[in-house]
């Protein structure tokens, strides 16, 4: 199995380009569902997660051009070009071939479950595998079939799959209804929102996601003919049309990904600039990092981090609903945290089993005591390297980067869930001085 080197101790200083956000990326993937017309996206990462919804949508009649992407996709060949090297993805879906997302391909990746609000607009029927839980926690999914229910689908669960119609065995549109999350769920507002855009009359979700990824969802849909207002606000109302047109859309810059190089660059004492990064967009991990002394501020065409001391101070940290604290952050705040000066208390409240990097961390001379959602980090002066292993995206990511600053050699395994959300992760780190490479597997 392939695995990730990291030799600690060098400073990093240079550019990183800042790849499209993945989460952005694959709903609006699945808005090819809604038309008839091509869909284009620009500055998409190339990443596990987009050939698995690739597949997905396949599966549904989509032609996706996705030639590039690193997986071989199911039925073609390989056309050998590198990863990253052609970010544009194109979908057309003319017509919709099979309503049904099957286990095998939903099992992969949780936001498949974003092909359910586009199926039932523009079909009126679904059946869609339900994803089950993932490493991070149970995940449910009632909201998004709450909302469904709401605009008027019946929804029957029946041998794990969800089984969803509208009216007169889907012959009806949905039809628009207002909708008060209990809980602010990402997932549930996008997949409601692209619900919601062919659906008679008109749809108001109250306490919907703010996320940027949310917006730019809005943002592209409202090009191919939505009518949507508050955009992000917690407050979206859209109003039914009768059909959407064709796009081409820039995915917006991936947040997660520039936050953390922006942790990765404190926490070596280096200076970065985050090509293509938005700074509007990291608002929250902006303020934390400048109380530990870790400057970052807007450029033209990016962000600049620089490290203003010695050792970053320590940082309480409680994870939130956009703008809050990222949970998609927290596990790369904590490796900051482990080398800080000081005590920080981390809480994690949107995933109740997200401190699966703990363990790891404490492997390689972490001082953290968990308690629930809560865990205390007490600094240390030095983490020494260790074979370690991931055990989600995030906490990949966390690992490197105390392998970044760790003495000696931190061997990263199970690296598939780094390859799901982050793009060339060890090109772009090495690109900026860091003594990082991927050994691929057998060795
Ligand atoms: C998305 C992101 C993920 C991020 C998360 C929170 C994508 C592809 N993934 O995931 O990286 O960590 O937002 O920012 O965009 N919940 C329910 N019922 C539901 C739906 C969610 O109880 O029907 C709960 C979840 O278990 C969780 C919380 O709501 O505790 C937030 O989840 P949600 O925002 O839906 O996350 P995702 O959309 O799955």
Redesign the pocket.
């Known amino acids: 199995m392939a695995e990730i080197l990291v030799n600690g101790g060098n400073r990093l200083q240079g550019e990183i380009p800042v790849s499209g956000a ?2 952005a990326a ?2 609006l993937m699945a808005v090819t569902l809604l038309t008839d017309e091509p869909v284009t996206l620009r500055n998409c990462p190339d990443l596990d997660d987009i050939a698995t919804l690739s597949n997905v949508l396949r599966g549904h009649g989509a032609s996706v051009d996705a030639s590039w992407l690193g997986l071989t996709v199911a039925g073609e060949t390989d056309s050998g070009s590198a990863r990253g090297s052609l970010p544009t993805l194109r979908l057309h879906t003319p017509e919709i071939a099979s309503i049904r997302a099957p286990y095998e391909l939903v099992s992969q990746m ?2 498949s479950i974003l092909v359910l609000g586009p199926l039932m607009a523009r079909m009126g029927r679904a059946e869609v595998s339900l994803p089950g839980g993932c490493a991070i ?9 709450m909302g469904l229910e709401a605009l008027g689908a019946w929804i029957e669960l029946r041998d794990g799959y969800v089984f969803a119609e509208t009216a007169r065995g889907g012959k009806d549109r949905l039809r628009g209804a207002k909708i008060t999350f209990p ?6 507002t ?1 997949n409601l929102v692209m619900a919601a855009t062919l659906a008679e009359g008109r749809t108001e979700l109250l306490n919907a ?1 703010q ?1 940027p ?1 949310v917006v730019d969802l809005c943002q592209c849909l409202t090009a191919m003919g939505a009518q949507i207002s508050g955009i992000g606000t917690s407050h979206l109302i859209i109003d039914g049309v009768e059909r959407l047109g064709g796009v081409t859309h820039q995915v917006v810059a991936d947040r997660i990904e520039a936050g953390t190089f922006a942790v990765a660059a404190g926490m070596t004492g280096g200076e970065l600039i985050l090509k293509n990064g938005r700074l509007d967009h990291l608002g929250s991990l902006v303020g934390v990092l400048h109380e530990t002394g870790i400057v970052c501020s807007e450029i033209s065409g990016g962000i600049h981090v620089v490290s203003t001391v010695d050792r970053p101070r320590a940082v309480s940290v409680t994870t939130q ?1 956009y703008p809050g604290f ?3 952050l927290q596990a790369q705040t904590m490796s900051l945290m482990v080398m800080a000066e000081g005590s920080a208390v981390l809480t994690e409240t ?3 089993n997200r401190y699966m990097h703990v363990p790891e961390l404490i492997r390689m001379g972490a001082n953290i005591d968990i308690n629930g959602r809560v865990a205390v980090v007490r600094g240390v002066e030095r983490l020494n390297g260790a074979p370690v292993k991931a055990s989600d995206l995030r906490a990949s990511a966390s690992l490197i980067l105390a392998g970044l600053v760790a003495q000696g050699e931190t061997r990263l395994s199970d690296i598939h869930h780094l390859d799901r959300g982050y793009e060339r992760i060890e090109d772009k780190l090495r690109g900026v001085g860091a003594s990082i490479e991927r050994l691929d597997g057998g060795t």
Do not use: M, Q, Y
């Open positions: 993945k989460n694959l709903p949780r936001a926690g149970s995940r449910p999914v009632d909201l998004h079939l809980k602010v769920s990402v997932g549930a996008e996601a996320e990824e609903p990222p949970t998609d949107i995933f109740e």
